[in-house]
């Protein structure tokens, strides 16, 4: 087996756990974490994680390769407010030699579940785009030891009409590291779309993403919502299109309910 990073795992663990402090700048209106920002802590851990076990994105780079994102579920049983404390654990597993799962589970200090969701990642190779087996790429330790992962992300059926449409222009602070659209604006980009009267009784429960591809600094996107199903929780399903070429680059299915939190 072939393997460029070789590096400074000492021991391979496919499980970490972390305790966040949910932030001021990370909560809304009713002073509860936002949804965007829950797959900011996501992205955060799996970051944190993975550089821990020398495959991170600034690792891939020097290598010519780099991480994307495919597909993501989000399941949110309770929202926590400012100053809460909760206890993040993320865990991988490679799946068919091509996939990198992850899942990840957050708790309170009582152990309840907060929010758990899972995701997709697939390796590719910078000068192709196209993506590489990860048993020929990554180091053997990560394959020992797997904790089981299902492959089983909801399918998205495309909108059948065009409710909600709003042109979008990528800026500069929408932008991660490898200057395309960071994975969480889609997601944000897609709740803004939802009409505020749905915003202001509402909160996603359920969400998932298919990505389908990306964007870059000043190009110009339409985000597109259909109403799916309004009672007893509304749903929508959102696509994000890339205006110049009118390629697909998310597909996002989000569902409502309501929460009855008390002003904090």
């Excluded at 974490?33 to 900011?40: A, D, E, K, S, V």
């Excluded at 910078?126 to 992962?149: A, G, H, S």
């Amino acid at each position: 087996m072939s393997s460029f990073m070789q590096s400074d795992i000492s021991d391979n663990k496919n499980k970490l756990s972390k305790t966040y402090t949910v932030r001021y700048s990370e909560t809304g209106a009713n002073g509860r974490i936002t949804c965007p920002n829950i797959l900011n802590y996501f992205q955060d851990i799996a970051t944190f994680h993975a550089g821990k076990l020398g495959i991170s994105a600034l690792d891939l780079i020097q290598k010519n390769f780099a991480w994307v994102i495919y597909k993501l579920n989000l399941r949110v049983y309770d929202y926590p407010a400012w100053d809460t404390d909760l206890h993040l654990t993320t865990w991988r597993y490679p799946d068919k030699k091509l996939y990198e799962l992850r899942s990840f589970e957050a708790k309170n200090e009582e152990g309840r579940i907060l929010f758990s969701g899972k995701c997709a990642w697939v390796m590719i190779h910078l000068d192709t785009k196209k993506p590489v087996r990860l048993n020929r790429y990554l180091p053997e330790k990560l394959f020992t030891n797997p904790i089981k992962i299902n492959n089983d992300f909801t399918l998205i059926d495309p909108p059948e009409q065009l409710d909600i449409t709003k042109n979008l222009k990528v800026c500069m602070h929408h932008l991660d590291f490898n200057r395309h659209v960071n994975n969480t604006i889609y997601l944000q980009w897609a709740i803004e779309n939802v009409p505020l009267k749905i915003q202001a009784s509402f909160l996603p429960s359920d969400v998932d993403i298919i990505f389908c591809g990306d964007a870059v600094l000043d190009d110009d996107l339409q985000c597109s919502s259909q109403y799916v199903d309004f009672a007893p929780e509304p749903v929508f399903v959102h696509q994000i299109f890339h205006l110049q070429n009118n390629t697909e680059l998310t597909r996002i299915k989000t569902q409502w309910k309501k929460f009855d939190y008390s002003p904090i």
